[in-house]
Antibody, heavy 119, light 111 residues
Framework: QVQLVESGGGVVQPGRSLRLSCAAS????????IHWVRQAPGKGLEWVAV????????YYAGSVKGRFTISRDNSKNTLYLQMDSLRTEDTAVYHC????????????WGQGTLVTVSS | QSALTQPASVSGSPGQSITVSCTGI?????????VSWYQQHPGKAPKLMIH???KRPSGVSNRFSGSKSGNTASLTISGLQPEDEADYYC???????????FGGGTKVTVL
């Protein structure tokens, strides 16, 4: 069955960096676009970034553009999110989600990893 | 891109039908049948309930249905059951910016 397992979350000070990972299994990882979607505590969902199946195309939300970098290693079935210059407003649970193209929806989600940005 | 507009809460008794609305603008909800709906129970991952406006994934109860009119999409839950109590989010792809926008979420309560 499709599984997405995030890791790498934790507590980090403002201005510092953190890298999240998302390990995929149960499907051909290299055939799918993958997204990051975050959820601040007690708040709604916010789309963060997407990477195409082969890594050639990447798109970001305006709130993270220039600070976050999405990447993937298809040989390891793993997605990454490099988060630099972190701000307190980046505090959230970060989910990875498999994307369907061109229909543009998310058909499977991971449980998420919590990132807390605090001094 | 502003978030899509959803009511904060909707409630109903077991067996009743409820509808959750999701209002956007012509460049997102109004443009394409690219609206999806997600159910999220507390502490759990979101689950896809409806995609492309009206399509139900395999395994999702046929009590859930989607529709769209103009700039408003809707999720209807018929025969409301206790396990339907959860948060529901709509989402639309925004073609002109290659981005996705979510609604603020609706808490569905089964009375």
């Amino acid at each position: 069955q499709v599984q997405l397992v995030e890791s790498g979350g934790g507590v980090v000070q403002p201005g510092r960096s953190l890298r999240l990972s998302c390990a995929a299994s149960g499907f051909t990882f290299s055939n799918y676009a993958i997204h990051w979607v975050r959820q601040a505590p007690g708040k709604g969902l916010e789309w963060v970034a997407v990477i195409s199946y082969d890594g050639s195309n990447k798109y970001y939300a305006g709130s993270v553009k220039g600070r976050f970098t999405i990447s993937r290693d298809n040989s390891k079935n793993t997605l990454y999110l490099q988060m630099d210059s972190l701000r307190t407003e980046d505090t959230a649970v970060y989910h990875c989600a498999r994307g369907r193209v061109p229909e543009s929806y998310f058909d499977f989600w991971g449980q998420g990893t919590l990132v807390t940005v605090s001094s | 891109q502003s978030a899509l507009t959803q009511p904060a809460s909707v409630s109903g008794s077991p067996g009743q039908s409820i509808t959750v609305s999701c209002t956007g603008i012509s460049s997102d909800v109004g443009s394409y049948y690219l609206v999806s709906w997600y159910q999220q129970h507390p502490g759990k991952a979101p689950k896809l309930m409806i995609h492309e406006g009206t399509k139900r994934p395999s395994g999702v109860s046929n009590r859930f249905s989607g529709s769209k009119s103009g700039n408003t999409a809707s999720l209807t839950i018929s025969g409301l059951q206790p396990e339907d109590e959860a948060d529901y989010y709509c989402c639309s792809y925004v073609v002109r910016s290659t981005s996705w926008v979510f609604g603020g979420g609706t808490k569905v309560t089964v009375l």
